[in-house]
């Protein structure tokens, strides 16, 4: 049996490995480790942005164009910069110059939007009379790492309000004079509850006309107004709260949309009355979309220059829209309700989102979505029984949730709040 040797440095090389030499090995190390991954994505720019101008320019032929770009992905400033850069130096290489609006022989709008898995580049063209044109260039996207860990984690908590056998379909907290008052929402009545020695007793019950059958699976929606105390959305119905004591209720038969959010100028979705889904027709739309595949919940995510729809369809499948590009995300195993709620952790935006598993006893998490890929971003919390209601507060700072318990099957209404955990 040979004892193990090793090969024994060589006296020269360790000399010239100890200066200057070895520096410069690790220093041109360190530049490949940390910035070739960014110029890949630089060159990745400007090729894109070449193709895109190559393709703009075969439309416009040459001349002066006035150029326009919207950025709708997660493109930071100085990367449009760059490809603002590229777009007309390649432009002009093909006898295209820029100019402004009315200099120029046409436009050319240019959208920087992207996909779960790739950059998309429109090119709207319209020179003069002519149709309007479209180019479009994609590439694909380096795959997020962080895929179950979010970097600012959050925690969710519940806080049980009431419960009833009369399924209950949406819930609201308000301050009144004389206390905090609970509305809750059935498929027959708003139920006004004030708060007395810790507990909740029934003050007025406001019932809801309507001269048509329900559908099995009733939805309906609560919001709170600040001209009167609450609106109600139900399925071909709605109803408006008066403005002054006495409360009272009107109710008359609509079919006009449903508003996603609580702004009453924000976007809005019709409802089909007898089913329990959105159908997709939208009004107005998000930017440019103006229909989406039928679905059963919403949640509006602002950036800084449009704002990110997603969408739980009926099919399954979750659907991301920026205003331009509807993208559909298969197998997220998500249940079909979710909420968007606004916190002071992470991105200050979180997507609460129930699971998709166990039919019995369901789970909500918190999600945000920093770029295109969903991150996880808190623990689950559990409920003893299936959600059939998820709903933004008004104020949009909390969520309700409406379970039915496994066990007694009565209906609980729950608020849902987010705090940072660090």
């Known amino acids: 049996m040979h004892s193990p040797r090793y090969n024994q440095p060589i006296r020269q090389m360790r000399a010239r490995m100890s200066g200057g030499l070895r520096l410069g090995w690790l220093t041109s190390f360190l530049l490949a480790t940390v910035f070739l991954p960014s110029s890949l994505f630089a060159s990745n720019l400007g090729d894109a942005a070449r193709q895109l101008a190559h393709k703009t320019a075969s439309v416009t032929g040459p001349g002066a164009i006035a150029l326009d770009i919207e950025n709708r992905s997660s493109l930071d400033d100085k990367s449009v910069r760059e490809v603002r850069i590229a777009l007309e130096v390649q432009l002009r290489i093909e006898g295209v110059r820029t100019a402004k609006a009315d200099q120029a022989m046409g436009s050319v709008q240019v959208t920087l939007s992207e996909s779960v898995r790739e950059y998309v580049w429109a090119a709207e063209i319209t020179i003069g009379s002519d149709e309007k044109k479209v180019a479009l260039v994609s590439w694909p996207r380096a795959q997020s790492s962080a895929t179950s860990v979010s970097a600012m984690p959050v925690v969710l908590r519940k806080t049980f309000l009431f419960a009833q056998?009369?399924?209950?379909?949406?819930?609201?907290?308000?301050?009144?004079?004389?206390?905090?008052?609970?509305?809750?929402?059935?498929?027959?009545?708003?139920?006004?509850?004030?708060?007395?020695?810790?507990?909740?007793?029934?003050?007025?019950?406001?019932?809801?006309?309507?001269?048509?059958?329900?559908?099995?699976?009733?939805?309906?929606?609560?919001?709170?107004?600040?001209?009167?105390?609450?609106?109600?959305?139900?399925?071909?119905?709605?109803?408006?709260?008066?403005?002054?004591?006495?409360?009272?209720?009107a109710c008359n038969d609509s079919d006009d949309p449903w508003p996603l959010t609580a702004e009453d100028n924000g976007v809005r979705a019709f409802f089909a009355p007898a089913r329990n889904f959105f159908t997709g027709a939208l009004s107005p739309g998000i930017g440019k979309v103006s229909a989406v595949p039928s679905f059963y919940s919403a949640a509006a995510l602002p950036r800084s220059n449009y704002t990110l729809w997603l969408l739980t369809a009926v099919d399954g499948s979750v659907h991301l829209i920026d205003g331009i590009a509807d993208q559909a995300i298969r197998g997220l195993r998500w249940g079909s309700d979710l909420v968007a709620v606004r916190s002071n952790c992470g991105t200050g935006t979180q997507v609460l989102v129930s699971d998709g598993g166990d039919p019995e006893r369901d789970m909500l998490r918190a999600f945000?979505?920093?770029d295109r890929d969903p991150v996880v971003a808190s623990s689950g919390i559990e409920f003893d029984g299936r959600i059939v209601a998820l709903w933004p507060e008004t104020s949009g700072t909390n969520a309700i949730a409406i379970v039915k318990r496994k066990d007694t099957g009565w209906y609980e209404a729950n608020r849902i709040s987010i705090s940072c955990s660090n």
């Open 165 to 249: 056998e009369q399924p209950i379909l949406d819930a609201a907290l308000v301050d009144m004079s004389g206390g905090s008052r609970l509305l809750l929402l059935d498929d027959s009545e708003v139920a006004v509850y004030r708060q007395q020695a810790g507990h909740w007793e029934q003050e007025v019950t406001l019932a809801v006309a309507h001269s048509h059958t329900w559908p099995r699976d009733t939805r309906g929606r609560l919001l709170l107004r600040r001209d009167h105390l609450f609106d109600v959305y139900l399925p071909g119905t709605f109803c408006r709260s008066s403005a002054a004591a006495p409360l009272t209720l």
């Open 368 to 370: 945000e979505v920093p």
